[in-house]
């Protein structure tokens, strides 16, 4: 597998920016795997937590273009079980912020099916546009 980093500056500041929103230290992690072992939407992430973590600390490319921190609902289970107290939901959460500040809402209301909009309750509909719009 051919890895390509990004250049160094991109690196500081896409790694800056999820530090400073999540206030959290990256470089504490030590890549155990807990947090994704017991995250209860593993299954439906394109990369772990822990997986995202590396990739951010090493400046891997992509790391914007993944669903893992839309899939995260912020349930705290890997912040519980994380031996090194990293608060993996807030650097979700910080990118998620990142993202849509960079590229805008990720979900419209305009392109949900109508029959979608009759069935969800309007209580998931304000989470998710909360979660999802700027
Ligand atoms: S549980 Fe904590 S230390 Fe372990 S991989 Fe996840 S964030 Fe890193
Ligand atoms: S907060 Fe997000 S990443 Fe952590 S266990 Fe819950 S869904 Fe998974």
């Keep these: 597998m051919t890895i390509t980093m990004r250049a160094g500056g991109e690196i500081d500041e896409l790694l800056r920016k999820v530090e400073a929103l999540s206030s959290q230290n990256l470089a504490g992690?030590?890549?155990?795997?807990?947090?994704a072992a017991s995250c209860p939407l593993r299954g439906s992430m394109d990369l772990p937590p822990?997986?995202?973590i590396l990739h951010l600390r090493f400046g891997l490319p992509?790391?914007?273009?993944?669903?893992?921190f839309w899939v995260c609902v912020g349930c705290d289970s890997c912040v519980e079980h994380c031996p090194r107290a990293i608060d993996v939901s807030k650097i979700m959460a910080a990118l998620r912020q990142i993202s849509i500040q960079e590229s805008g809402d990720h979900l419209a209301l305009a392109q949900l099916p109508e029959t979608a909009l009759r069935r969800l309750p309007a209580i998931a509909l304000v989470a998710s546009m909360r979660r999802h719009t700027g």
């Design 62 to 68: 992509g790391v914007l273009d993944r669903q893992t």
């Design 50 to 52: 822990d997986a995202l």
């Design 29 to 35: 992690c030590y890549q155990c795997g807990t947090c």
